[in-house]
C-alpha cells in the first residue's frame, strides 16, 4: 500500500520551517501540499520529510527543506509573478514555486535530470504552469524575459550578468555567491538607482556550471 506522508509533511512544515522563522503563509501551504518523496528514489522516500539534503543522482542534490523555504520566501513571490529558476535539479522547489507564481520557466543543464523532473511535476498537474529546458542556466531563459523573480539552486562564485539584465523593476534575485566550499545567500532587488545586496546568512549550495559561472 502506498505511504501516506501527509502527516510527515505537515510536522516537516511546523517543526523545520515554522519553529525556524518561516512566516509567509502561502509558502507554507505550498510545503504542506507538495509531496517532497516523490521527488527522491524510492529507498530514500522515508527521509524526505527530514531537514537534510539528498542525493538525485549525476552528483546532485535535493537541498534540505529549510533552505528551500528559506529562498522563496525571499523572493516574496505573488500570484500572478513570471519567475525563472536556474536548477530544476529534482523539481522541487520548481513544484513549490508553480504553488505561488503565475509562471515557473526553469533551466537544468542535465538531461537526465529535466526529465525525471518533468515526469513528476506532470504527475503534480504542473506541466501548464511549468516549463523546464535543457541549457546553460547562466545564460537566463531572455525568450521570457523580464522576471519578477530569479531563484538560483546553485552557488555562483560571482553575479551572473545576463540573470542581472533579465530581472524585472523592482524584482528580486536569491542566488548564493561564493566560494565552492560557503557562500552567503544573496538577494539582489532591482531598484531604479541601481542593485540593492542584501546576504542573508551561509549556505553550501553545489556549484552552478556555466558560462557566467564555474567551469565544469
Not at 87 to 107: K, P
Request: without cysteine; hydrophobic residues 45%.
Amino acid at each position: 500500500m502506498p505511504v501516506d506522508y501527509r502527516i510527515s509533511r505537515e510536522r516537516m512544515v511546523e517543526r523545520h520551517l515554522a519553529r525556524r522563522g518561516i512566516k509567509d503563509g502561502r509558502v507554507l501551504e505550498a510545503f504542506r501540499t507538495v509531496p517532497r518523496h516523490a521527488f527522491v528514489e524510492e529507498a530514500l522516500q522515508a527521509k524526505a520529510y527530514s531537514d537534510h539534503a539528498l542525493p538525485i543522482g549525476e552528483k546532485q542534490t535535493i537541498s534540505q527543506p529549510y533552505v528551500v523555504a528559506r529562498m522563496t520566501e525571499l523572493a516574496r513571490i505573488r500570484p500572478d509573478d513570471r519567475v525563472l529558476e536556474i536548477g530544476t535539479g529534482s523539481g522541487y522547489q520548481t513544484a513549490i514555486l508553480a504553488r505561488l507564481a503565475g509562471q515557473v520557466y526553469s533551466i537544468e543543464r542535465i538531461a537526465s535530470l529535466a526529465r525525471r523532473a518533468r515526469t513528476v511535476i506532470a504527475s503534480l498537474g504542473l506541466e501548464s504552469v511549468v516549463h523546464i529546458k535543457v541549457f546553460d542556466g547562466t545564460y537566463g531563459w531572455s525568450e521570457w524575459a523580464p522576471y519578477q523573480a530569479i531563484v538560483v539552486s546553485a552557488a555562483s562564485p560571482d553575479l551572473p550578468a545576463p540573470l542581472l539584465d533579465q530581472l524585472a523593476p523592482e524584482g528580486r534575485l536569491v542566488i548564493p555567491i561564493g566560494a565552492e566550499e560557503r557562500q552567503d545567500l544573496t538577494v539582489v532587488t532591482l531598484q531604479a538607482e541601481g542593485p540593492r545586496i542584501e546576504r542573508h546568512g551561509v549556505v553550501s549550495f553545489v556549484r552552478l556550471i556555466g558560462r557566467f559561472g564555474w567551469s565544469a
